[in-house]
């Protein structure tokens, strides 16, 4: 292959570079569109009674949205509770403890399969093993859906941060005596724990919004969440029904639990962010 010139290759770069202008201000429009739409349309909705009160009956106004509020909180922490640990600790095995097995050429590949599966197909999975043989909806089952969806962004996110920790501080650890399970937990993770942080944010961030896997799972609920043992109300379905109705009052809570939603993704989003660049400040 023949060598292009430095000519060819400054041209090159300053043609990407005035590519990537464009793409760039096309990108934060339609983000800025989408947010001022979202803004304009659910500010109104999010009043006191919004976070407090139970939903009205079709066609009656009023009321708010307190049940599927909770129902989320309640699904999404029980979610991180569950996929967190083991993809932490799949995580660490692909990095420190197997990195070169079969099993974890295998287990990447099915991790790499899984963060590509639509959610839509997860749900339908946790349907046929846990609602069918159950009986009825539940947030456990929900829960559990979100969780499989947690599972590998925390695996990923924690290998990767793993292997960034240089070998040095392994060795160094090692070299004193002290077993591998202890210099992992008490040196490897204290050095890369903004990022294990961040990681396990991001998971959490990514699976507030989904709306396939609990329409299959927690379905929804007009009741306070009192046991998870029974469909549980939530803020995606429930924009989902809302945002279909032929009324008006249910139209605005869906903008208003969409803002609601968009918040939160965003401030989470900020707090990784927080975490980096204090973990990168204290490094």
Known sequence: MRPRSRAQRRAADAAIRVAMVPAALIGIAVLAWILGEVIARGVGALTPTFFTELPTPPGME??????????????????????????LLAGVFLAEFGPSSRIATTVRFTTNLLMGTPSIIIGIFVYSVLVLPLGHFSGWAGAVALAILILPVVMRTTEDMLNLVPDELRESGLALGAPRW?????????????????????????????????LFTALNSFYWPGSLSRPTANLTVTIFNYAMSPYSDWQEKAWGASLLITVSVLVVAVLARFVIKDGRERA
């Open 182 to 214: 202890k210099v992992t937990l008490g040196i490897i993770f204290r050095a890369a724990r903004s990022g294990l942080v961040t990681g396990v944010l991001l998971a959490v961030a990514r699976v507030s919004g989904e709306t396939a896997p609990l």
């Open 62 to 87: 009023g009321g708010g949205l307190g049940n599927a509020i909770v129902g989320t909180l309640l699904m999404t922490l029980l979610a991180a509770l569950m996929g967190t640990p083991v993809g």
